[in-house]
């Protein structure tokens, strides 16, 4: 779907949710090469900046949650097509942040690439306190009783936390390589934008990181209980198989047709039986009372 909004000094047109028409039409219309279209349809491309003849190519990363299902956070790519009178923009799916770039901040095509890079990175930052929210909901949950939805709800963090410190990484490298780009920055204004971007990016790579080690953390505390606990039903199961050995040992010899003491008399051999057994149950009743009181 094109969206072009006509500005002071370039025109910007933005493509969501592309189909097969709309980009034979990059293709025919604004001259975009095929081989940079091919890159726009992948999912998995990386930041990066490319410089044609014609016009520049920036991609980055933005976080973005699948809309029908929640527990799905990932990054996708949007891709920045500029040229000496136009900025295109385009994603695989609809990027919510760019209707936040206010008119005010759409004055010159270098300010508008910087502000997208802006609000990218708040996007990162609000997204990852949601993300931890989440992990102090599962932390709640597994203190209460070890489920494998918590767990896997963890993992699930962990695997988001590993996507966003790539993207923050490589969208770092691409404001860097942007910053170095002869006449990109023009003004004092500009180069405090490209700061205030650092700084938020650098605000985001610091969050993960410590969410990062914070959910390692959680991780291995219940880790260490799981193996705890598994460790006393193994222990718990050893004594009843002992327990329950020693009767059958006991039966075995009295059911064998050799002279045993009491055989005799079945009243005082079963008695007998009767008396260990129940002194052994004792014990393990007691031992398992014990061991739980202790805990």
């Known amino acids: 779907m094109f969206v072009t909004e006509k500005l002071k000094t ?5 493509v969501g949710n592309p189909d097969h028409d709309d980009f034979e039409r990059l293709q025919s219309e604004y001259k975009i090469d095929e ?10 491309e990386q930041p990066r900046l490319e410089i044609e003849d014609d016009y520049k190519v920036i991609i980055v990363r933005f976080p973005i949650i699948n809309r029908e299902n929640d527990t799905l956070w990932h990054t996708e790519p949007l891709s920045i097509i500029y040229s000496s009178n136009r900025v295109i923009t385009v994603c695989r799916k609809r990027c919510d942040l760019l209707d ?12 508008f690439i910087l502000n997208i ?9 609000r997204l990852l306190k949601e993300l931890n929210k989440r992990v102090l909901e599962s932390k709640k949950g597994l203190q209460q009783h070890i489920s ?10 962990e695997n988001s936390y590993t996507l966003y410190m ?3 990484k490589g969208n770092v490298s691409v404001l860097d390589k942007l910053e170095k780009m002869r006449g990109f920055i023009k003004t004092d204004d500009a180069q405090e934008l490209a700061e205030d971007v650092r700084i938020e990016f650098g605000q985001a790579t610091e969050v993960v990181t410590s ?6 953390s959680i991780k291995e505390t219940f880790e260490s209980i799981i193996n705890m606990e598994s460790n006393r039903y193994i222990n718990r199961l050893t004594m009843w198989n002992i327990i329950l ?16 003491p009491f055989a005799e008399s079945g009243f005082a051999a079963t008695g007998i039986f009767l008396v260990i057994l129940f002194l052994l149950v004792g014990f393990a009743v007691f031992s398992w009372f014990k061991s739980k009181n202790s805990h």
């Open 245 to 260: 050995v020693i009767p059958t040992v006991i039966v075995g010899y009295y059911g064998m047709n050799v002279a045993l």
């Open 211 to 216: 969410y990062s080690k914070m959910l390692k």
């Open 100 to 111: 936040k770039i206010k008119k005010d901040e759409k004055t010159s095509r270098e300010d």
């Open 148 to 157: 494998k939805y918590d767990l896997m709800a963890l993992l699930e963090v």
């Open 35 to 44: 081989d940079n279209i091919i890159d726009i349809l992948d999912p998995d």
């Open 117 to 125: 890079l802006y609000y990218i990175a708040e996007s990162y930052l």
């Open 10 to 14: 370039f025109s910007w047109v933005n």
């Open 166 to 168: 790539a993207g923050i």
